[in-house]
């Protein structure tokens, strides 16, 4: 029967157990079939086996009656497949941003898919994951943007982004009466981080901090130590912009007062 062999088509196809399909499955063909009928529907998985009951009532009490699994019409098995796969949607959604949270607060080196009417981008990036590596997309909107950048990206060059942000959206759908999600990764190119952990990465020390910024003319970067002149010049012309490094304890502490907000040490956060 079709409707027995739905929970295993539907776990090859989102890749997870079929005793999670098989749950999901007996919860939305209850709620489905419930619509179809009228009544209160009951639907139970032995083993590999389905059995469907039907409220109804005799003599003033309840009873449950078993349908035949032929009672179910086909056009009632495609809606609840149908909307079995968007709950797994969901779900899978849901999991997908717990996952990229990771990224939040970092570094990501991305190639420019497009340039959206709006001015925004879609950059993708690689993630290196246990035994594969995938790739992800994120958005950079032109308010994250240098005013100095904004109009003159073009689909296929590389840059470095600042992840700022990565949320759980809501969408409408027209056919649906429940909310679909999307997993949204924001990234930056405004962000005074960006600098900081440019120079962290080709530096290999994690004593700088970028109390200051204007995207696109200067930043203003504090180290402990001396930084290579050659990697503040790489940094300065990926970003476009003058990046002046000040070093040591009294030179901290100067930057510190000028810029007026203390220096943050170790990794970076939105």
């Known amino acids: 029967m079709f409707l027995e062999s739905l929970s295993r088509e539907i776990a ?3 890749r ?6 098989k749950v999901l499955l007996e919860q939305t063909l209850s709620t489905t079939l419930g619509e179809s009928f009228g009544k209160r529907i009951v639907v139970i998985f032995t083993g590999d086996n389905l059995a469907i009951y039907r409220e109804r009532c005799l003599d003033g009490a309840a009873e449950l009656e078993r349908l035949s699994l032929d009672q179910v019409g086909r056009k009632v098995v495609r809606l609840c497949r149908y909307r079995l796969g968007i709950e797994l949607q969901k779900r899978i959604s849901r999991v997908e ?8 607060g970092t570094l990501v080196r991305g190639i420019v898919d497009r340039v959206r009417e709006n001015g925004s981008l879609i950059v993708l990036f690689r993630l290196d994951e246990l035994f594969n590596r995938r790739e992800i997309s994120g958005t950079c909107p032109l ?5 100095r950048e ?3 990206y073009r689909a296929g060059e590389t840059r470095y982004f600042f992840v700022s942000k990565v949320r759980l959206v809501g969408l409408i759908h027209q056919n649906v009466r429940e909310r679909l999600f999307r997993v949204d990764v924001l990234l930056s190119r405004t962000s005074r981080h960006l600098p ?16 200051r910024r204007i995207a696109g003319r200067t930043s203003i970067v504090v180290s402990k130590e001396r930084l290579p002149k050659e990697v503040i010049q790489e940094v300065s012309a990926e970003l476009g912009e003058r990046v002046k490094v000040t070093w040591g304890p009294e030179k901290v502490y100067q930057a510190q007062r000028r810029a ?9 956060s939105a």
């Open 16 to 21: 997870i157990p079929e005793r999670e399909t």
């Open 150 to 152: 904004r109009g003159r």
């Open 196 to 211: 900081e952990l440019l120079l962290k990465m080709k530096c290999g020390t994690l004593e700088i901090s970028c109390p």
């Open 12 to 14: 090859r196809e989102y």
């Open 260 to 268: 007026n907000c203390p220096p943050t040490w170790g990794s970076a």
């Open 97 to 104: 941003s717990d996952y990229l949270k990771s990224l939040q």
């Open 143 to 147: 308010s994250q943007q240098p005013a």
